[in-house]
């Protein structure tokens, strides 16, 4: 599937706790001035008529007839009925409000409503990573493929979605790549982002510095560990490895059973010097049995996407062949197996209305 010439118009909408941004996406691209509205999130009928709003101005807008609204929308919720339910930061919502039916009713087009990770990990397979590593891989003369694909958003949780085979894998229960509740590293009883997440960074820094500095952002503890503001650097450096290795560890598990490449976003990629070398030594790491021997944590190697050599190693063509017995003839395959790590390089706003867009008209595609 490629919309990327495609001159179908989807609005989508990039709803946050305090502000709504409304926008329309054709052929890949942004075609008009996005426009901002307050949420509303303690008021039903305010936030109901800003969204409504919203729309209305982006339609006014639009030379051609939109053929759906399609967006991200926090959890929890059956994103495929479209019922929102209680919602920390949108207390409006509480009880579970039906918005896919209000928003169709409203404006006569389909509704698609995602979580934020699955139209990050959509816009990367088929607007963005997944389909640049192809391409290298095709100019290399290389003829694997990549087709699946784990997208990754780093900040205030740990938020994730998979797309196999240019299909978002949203579950039978809507719960498809929630890897946010994959066991944490550190506290097995605990969650992922109990170590994966921004308050994770505070925490961990404040227990192994000693120190109780709450103002202190994520940014602030990569300064301290590249000596660039006060604080104890080993408590930052070691914050930011045990971040990677958290991270690493649960993508392991994630990879094991979907095979394809991982795509990270989101605000705490700036940290990537810190956090990606501990990453990439867990993955790469192995597992004990009972009789003291090891297996590797991964079937494939896993190769840092954002380092030129290793992207190069990556797209190298690696085939041998086998005779087939009783026979001349010779099979090709692959001898070694390889996956890679990538940081995306769009917005992650961006990424996700992509998302959006290429979600709805692919769903719409399908009837």
């Given at each position: ?169 949203l579950g039978d229960n809507g719960c498809g790549g ?190």
């Amino acid at each position: 599937m490629n919309y990327t010439n495609d001159n179908r118009v989807v609005m989508t909408l990039d709803a946050g706790g305090t502000n709504f941004v409304f926008s329309a996406i054709r052929g890949n691209k942004e075609i008009v001035e996005p426009v901002r509205m307050p949420s509303g999130a303690h008021d039903l009928n305010l936030c109901l008529h800003n969204l409504e709003e919203g729309f209305s101005k982006v339609k006014a807008m639009l030379e051609d007839e939109p053929v759906a609204i399609s967006f991200a929308f926090p959890g929890p919720a059956d994103y495929v009925n479209g019922v929102i339910g209680d919602l920390p930061n949108l207390p409006a919502f509480r009880g579970g409000i039906a918005l896919k039916q209000f928003l169709e009713e409203k404006f006569n087009i389909p509704v698609y409503i995602n979580n934020d990770g699955n139209l990050f990990a959509y816009g990367e397979a088929l607007a963005g990573t997944l389909p640049v590593l192809n391409r290298k891989l095709e100019a290399s003369s290389n003829p694997q493929r990549y087709r699946n694909l784990i997208g990754i958003t780093l900040g205030t949780g740990l938020g994730a979605g998979v797309v196999l085979n240019g299909e978002l894998l949203l579950g039978d229960n809507g719960c498809g790549g929630d890897v946010w509740v994959f066991c944490d590293k550190y506290h097995p009883d605990m969650i992922a982002e109990e170590t994966v997440s921004i308050h994770a960074v505070k925490r961990m820094y404040k227990e192994l510095s000693g120190e109780d500095r709450p103002e202190l952002t994520p940014k602030d503890i990569c300064d301290i560990a590249d000596g660039k503001q006060q604080g104890n650097a080993d408590a930052a450096h070691e914050t930011w490895n045990r971040f990677g290795r958290g991270l690493g560890h649960a993508l392991c598990f994630a990879l094991t059973l979907i095979d394809g490449v991982v795509v990270i976003g989101g605000g705490l990629t700036g940290a990537k010097k810190h956090f990606f070398p501990s990453m990439l030594d867990e993955m790469n790491g192995e597992l004990g049995r009972i009789d003291d021997t090891s297996v590797p944590h991964l079937q494939m190697d896993v190769y840092d996407l954002t380092d030129e050599q290793q992207t190069q190693e990556f797209l190298r063509t690696e085939t041998a062949t086998a005779i087939v017995p009783a026979s001349k003839t010779e099979v090709t395959y692959f001898k070694h197996k390889k996956t890679g790590v990538a940081i995306s390089t769009i917005d992650t706003s961006l990424l996700i209305n992509l998302g959006a867009y290429n979600f709805a008209l692919n769903e719409i595609d399908k009837r």
